[in-house]
């Protein structure tokens, strides 16, 4: 199973939105909406942001959305803020009862 | 409060063995499945394995097939992760997360702070 991928980067400035794409194949994220995506800070444990393509965990600010159109994923970051720099996985459930993480894309704040 | 702690990890040669544990506490474990995920120094996340809360269903990646088992024991709230034949690319931070199941389904929605395993002669 390889890896999603994902942009290596993407910047914004404050209060602007940033958009990661994450695809996949017709196995994986083309076939279920069992999309989640997680972000990790430098150092620390990963952390869910988005479940099932596009609901938000309680607590998860609303200025993170996610989508699919095909075998593609999409975290959208609206109104950028200092504290969303991190990096940021997509995740899928396969045809094999597995899961795969993207490649990964790091988000800076300019 | 909600937690999984991971332990076991270590400096180990090539060809050799370890066991990783994962405990469990804050929340109703027998009820959950749980993951390991691992992540290399400096690279991304990659997911190791699934077992669910009966420990006899499991799913795992390709990369480990045949050298790590996964087992749970539900009486002491702890799931393990035994490593065979390391390899030097076996080296990684190891996290266990819950599942969410039903109320986050296919996700890893806790995370403990990982074990980390060098492998290296």
């Known amino acids: 199973q390889s890896a999603l991928t994902q942009p290596p980067s993407v910047s914004g400035s404050p209060g602007q939105s940033v958009t990661i794409s994450c695809t996949g194949t017709?196995?994986?994220?083309?076939?279920?909406?069992?999309v989640s995506w997680y972000q990790q800070p430098p150092g620390t444990a990963p952390k869910l942001m988005v479940f099932?393509?596009?609901n938000r965990p309680s607590g998860v600010p609303d200025r993170f959305s996610g989508s699919k159109s095909g075998n593609t994923a999409s975290l959208t970051i609206s109104g950028l803020q200092a504290e969303d720099e991190a990096d940021y996985y997509c995740?899928?459930?396969?045809?094999?009862?597995?899961?795969?993480f993207g490649t990964g894309t790091k988000v800076t704040v300019l | 409060q909600v937690q999984l702690v991971e332990s076991g990890g270590g400096v180990v040669q090539p060809g050799r063995s370890l066991r990783l544990s994962c405990a469990a506490s804050?929340?109703?474990?027998?009820?959950?499945?749980i993951h390991w995920v691992r992540q290399a120094p400096g690279k991304g996340l990659e997911w190791v394995a699934q077992?669910?809360?009966?420990?006899?269903?499991?799913y795992h990646a390709d990369s480990v097939k045949g050298r790590f088992t996964f087992s749970r024991d539900n009486s002491k709230n702890t799931v393990y992760l035994q490593m065979d034949s390391l390899r030097p690319e076996d080296t990684a931070l190891y996290y266990c997360?819950?599942?969410?199941?039903?109320?986050?389904?296919?996700?890893?929605?806790?995370w403990g702070q990982g074990t980390t395993v060098t492998v290296s002669s």
């Open positions: 997360a819950r599942d969410g199941q039903q109320a986050l389904p296919y996700t890893m929605d806790i």
């Open positions: 804050g929340f109703t474990f027998n009820k959950h499945a």
């Open positions: 077992i669910w809360s009966d420990g006899i269903n499991q």
């Open positions: 017709s196995s994986d994220v083309g076939s279920y909406n069992r």
């Open positions: 099932e393509v596009s």
């Open positions: 995740n899928s459930y396969t045809s094999s009862s597995t899961f795969v």
